[in-house]
């Protein structure tokens, strides 16, 4: 019996010891991945910047160069929803953002050099980008095209 016992401790032991390692990789994991969410967005957000000034400058197809500003705002967006240390106000705010560049193109083609600097702010790490973006969008007619 005193065996049996020994034994049962013994495997309690090394499970203990082996639900410990697998929570600490399984945290280290969700850090790596996180990191992953954080690149990407600031990514996404460096492409709006380069399709905006490629918008701005550019002569020819602006419909093709709108379309991908609408396609990387999506893809930011995505990842900012993913982005767990974002808080819940900034993330509204670029959802509002990607919601405006696709639903009023004709509001926002005229907004586009706010868009750019609001989106340079956010992506240098300061937090008045977020202000900046949320005074942009509460300043596009929601009624209007």
């Known amino acids: 019996m005193k065996r049996k016992m020994i034994r049962a401790i013994i495997l309690c032991l090394l ?11 399984y945290i280290d994991e969700t850090r790596r991945v996180q990191e992953t969410y954080r690149r990407q967005y600031m990514t996404d957000l ?8 490629s918008y701005k400058n ?15 705002m999506g893809s930011a967006n995505s990842f900012a929803f993913l982005i767990e240390s974002l808080d819940d106000e900034k993330k509204k705010t670029i959802n509002e ?8 193109p004709e509001q926002m083609k005229d907004k586009l050099d706010e868009l ?11 937090d008045k980008g977020y202000t900046e973006a949320a005074d ?7 009624m209007g095209k």
């Open 15 to 25: 499970t203990m010891v082996a639900l410990a390692v697998f929570i600490a990789l």
């Open 46 to 53: 460096s492409h709006v910047i380069e399709d905006i000034d």
């Open 58 to 72: 550019g002569k020819g197809d602006h419909s093709l160069r709108y379309m991908r500003i609408v396609n990387n």
């Open 97 to 104: 953002v990607n919601a405006c560049v696709m639903k009023y």
């Open 116 to 126: 750019r600097t609001a989106l340079s702010d956010i992506s240098e790490g300061l």
């Open 136 to 142: 942009m969008v509460s300043s596009v007619d929601k």
